[in-house]
Structure formats: C-alpha cells, structure tokens
C-alpha cells in the first residue's frame, strides 16, 4: 500500500492509499467446445476451493498477452491456439491502482507444461459445460469476480449466448 496526497475536486487535500503491489493481472476464458475450461484452487481468505479463471498477476517486464499464455501453461498446463484480449476492467477502483486484462480463447488448445513446484498453489484443471457455468453464476457458487465478468462481456460480444441460455 502506498499513502499518497492527494489533491480532491472540491480543491480540499486527503491521503490516499492505493496497492501498487503489481502492475496488472490477467486471467483467461477458455472455450474448448461445449465447455469452459477453469482452475479449481483453494483459496486460503475464503478457507474453501472454488472455480475461477487462470491467472494472475503480470510482471513488470512482460505483456499482458505473454502474461496470460504463462499463467495458462503454469496452471493448468494448457497453450491455447487462439489466445486474444477480451476486456479491461479495475478489479478494485477504489483502491488498486492495477487493471486485468481478460483474454479469450475459442479455438483449440495444445498441452503445455504445468508448473507444480509451488505448494501453495494447489491448481486443478475443471472441465464444466456452459450451462453448467452459468448455473452455478446463477446460485451465487461462483464468486470469482473475473471469471464473471469474462462470461457477461463474451456474451454481450455475441462471443458465448447470454447468460442461462447455454445449450445443453
């Protein structure tokens, strides 16, 4: 976290705080036929194993793009064919100063090699049918903000059907 002052528009002056800690994340939307490719991870601030998207966080020296293809191949030990933006949005506006950058893939997928030399990051490839996705989007299961993003804003591209209209 960084304390900044902060100049406000009413000409008053504040402190700020705002996490730089990285310079953006990515996460994927992989689409390999009928169904939607996710990692399924435990996430220690939830204390439970849920489904989002691939990714995470960029590094200074590389773009969002390469960022994504390593956070796929590390993951879940994927190369996708067709791997292109999506959307850029700001997870936390408010106080994060970095964007994520979506990306999507419709179009085939190779076998990469997966990296499981971190203990921590317990990451599982989950193969789940569009339905299915949006199903659980719909109980409130799905919680990874990402991950619902990416589904609405493939679905207003005509990318994907809206949601709940999924065939089965």
């Given amino acids: 976290m960084v304390d900044h002052e902060v100049r406000l528009p ?3 002056r504040s402190s700020y ?7 953006f994340s990515v996460a994927s939307l992989i689409i390999d036929g009928d ?6 991870q435990y996430r220690y601030p939830l204390d439970r194993w849920i489904h989002d998207l691939p990714g995470g966080a960029g590094r200074t ?4 793009l390469d960022a994504a293809r390593r956070e796929l191949e590390e993951e879940l030990g ?12 700001f997870m936390n506006p408010g106080r994060a100063s970095w964007p994520t950058h979506l990306f999507i893939s419709t179009r085939g997928i190779r076998p990469g090699l997966a990296d499981l030399s971190d203990p921590a990051e317990q ?6 049918p569009l339905s299915e996705l949006d199903a659980l989007i719909a109980t409130g299961a799905i ?4 991950l ?3 589904r609405a804003v493939a679905a207003a591209q005509g990318i994907l059907p809206p949601l709940g209209v999924a065939n089965e």
């Avoid at 169904?35 to 399924?40: F, G, S, T």
């Avoid at 020296?61 to 969002?64: F, S």
């Avoid at 919680?143 to 990402?146: A, G």
């Fill in 148 to 150: 619902i993003v990416a």
């Fill in 78 to 89: 994927i190369v996708p064919d067709d791997l292109r933006p999506l959307h850029t949005f």
């Fill in 61 to 64: 020296d590389e773009a969002p």
């Fill in 143 to 146: 919680v990874d903000p990402p």
């Fill in 17 to 23: 705080l705002v996490d730089e800690s990285v310079p």
């Fill in 123 to 128: 990451v599982r490839l989950v193969r789940i």
């Fill in 10 to 12: 009413d000409g008053s």
């Fill in 35 to 40: 169904d939607v490719l996710l990692a399924r």
